[in-house]
């Protein structure tokens, strides 16, 4: 084989691999940079405590989408939302913010409801559920005010 043919296999293979790991960090990174199926709801939250943008929304287990933005809006927290557009939820779907693991990882957890109204691209989940307070609950226990 000759020279110029071996330096075409290595810079095609160096190529490769350089593509290769732009794509894993892009989608370790958890950036969607050509996925345009999505749609934007938001949810009002008393406390979103340990949440952080980017973090899953989940429905029966399968990631539906993510978390794009937290704001405060006068005490509450606002949440916004981007899912999948194959997702249909109805008005009265509950969002929650559950714990995922060992290491408390927050996400949040999507019910759908049992209404036949949907809510539209840009509308809002009304049912949430903030995320369980663990200290506040162990403290309670040990200083007897759970019974």
Not at 20 to 31: E, K, M, V
Request: hydrophobic share 40%; proline share 2%.
């Amino acid at each position: 084989m000759s020279q110029r043919g071996i330096e075409i296999i290595v810079g095609v293979f160096v190529l490769s691999g350089i593509v290769a790991l732009g794509y894993l960090s892009i989608q370790l990174g958890g950036l969607d940079l050509l996925s345009t199926g999505k749609y934007g709801v938001t949810a009002k939250f008393t406390t979103v405590s340990g949440l952080r943008v980017g973090a899953s929304v989940e429905m029966s287990g399968v990631k539906v989408g993510q978390v794009k933005k937290i704001n405060l809006v006068g005490e509450d927290a606002l949440v916004s939302l981007h899912l999948d557009n194959s997702l249909k939820l109805s008005r009265d779907s509950i969002a929650s913010i559950r714990t995922k693991g060992i290491l408390g990882d927050k996400y949040i957890l999507l019910s759908q409801g049992g209404s036949d109204t949907l809510i539209k691209p840009g509308g809002k989940i009304r049912e949430t559920e903030p995320p369980i307070d663990i200290e506040k609950l162990i403290g309670d226990f040990i200083f007897g005010k759970v019974k």
